[in-house]
């Protein structure tokens, strides 16, 4: 199985940090964020990695090179200047990505989902015609709401008043018939395409119970690094 870290984005609310410093960077104890995904991939036996980038993309790739040091191999996925949304960027990395189903990654997350399961997921994806498997989580402060509803039978709702109203943890199996309408090297968002799916009944989810933390703001930045130093 391959795995996909998204790390594209601009990170606006993180600045002034990441007006110099891609987010993915940015240290989290010892680590730069995206290298705490790295080594937990290469503990659960995913070793083939592609990841996008667009601001300050050059930094990234100059950082982690091949992933040697990670006991990884990467392959790099520019994408233009403003970067071309989640769905946008999976489309155009769907070359490297193969024709199987295959892991994506927040890169500005901090998490101890178990990578392994990733595999069950898969294996699930192509047994029963679905789209796509979800680790959705518990509704942070900041987007009470949530984005999905996960159903008693496993199955998530595009109506989060249906089930369980969960937040979607930007983590996901995807099969590449997801994206099949996408083009590649236009932007576009997941959500969309997410949502018919549902809508379908072609995507299972499941609650994450552990660590999940969205690194979006200085603060939570902080909290990453008080987490970190006790993990």
């Known amino acids: 199985m391959k795995a996909m870290i998204l790390a594209a984005?601009?990170?606006?609310?993180?600045?002034?940090?990441?007006?110099?410093?891609p987010k993915p960077l940015l240290r989290v104890g010892s680590e730069p964020l995206i290298g705490w995904h790295l080594r937990r991939l290469k503990n659960a036996g995913i070793t083939e990695i592609v990841i996008n980038h667009a601001w300050l993309g050059g930094q990234i790739e100059a950082e982690l090179g091949n992933g040697a040091r990670y006991g990884v191999h990467i392959a790099y996925s520019p994408e233009r200047s403003?970067?071309?949304e989640t769905a946008g960027g999976i489309a155009t990395a769907l070359p490297l990505l193969g024709e199987q189903p295959f892991l994506v990654i927040n890169g500005d997350v901090l998490t101890d989902i178990d990578f392994q399961t990733a595999f069950t997921a898969a294996d699930g994806?192509?047994?029963?015609?679905l789209l796509a498997h979800l680790w959705l989580v518990d509704n942070p402060p900041h987007h009470p709401e949530g984005d999905f509803g996960l159903l008693p039978d496993g199955l998530a709702a595009a109506d989060n008043k249906q089930g369980e109203a969960l937040t979607f943890?930007?983590?996901?199996?995807y099969h590449p018939s997801l994206l099949k309408h996408t083009p590649a090297h236009q932007a576009a968002k997941l959500a969309p395409l997410l949502r018919a799916a549902m809508d379908n009944?072609?995507?299972?989810?499941?609650k994450h119970h552990g660590l999940w933390l969205d690194v979006g703001t200085v603060e939570r930045l902080e909290e990453a690094n008080r987490l970190a130093a006790s993990w």
């Open 201 to 206: 009944r072609q995507v299972r989810a499941e």
């Open 82 to 84: 403003g970067g071309l």
């Open 125 to 129: 994806l192509s047994e029963q015609g």
């Open 9 to 21: 984005g601009r990170g606006e609310r993180m600045r002034p940090l990441t007006d110099t410093c």
């Open 169 to 173: 943890s930007g983590m996901g199996v």
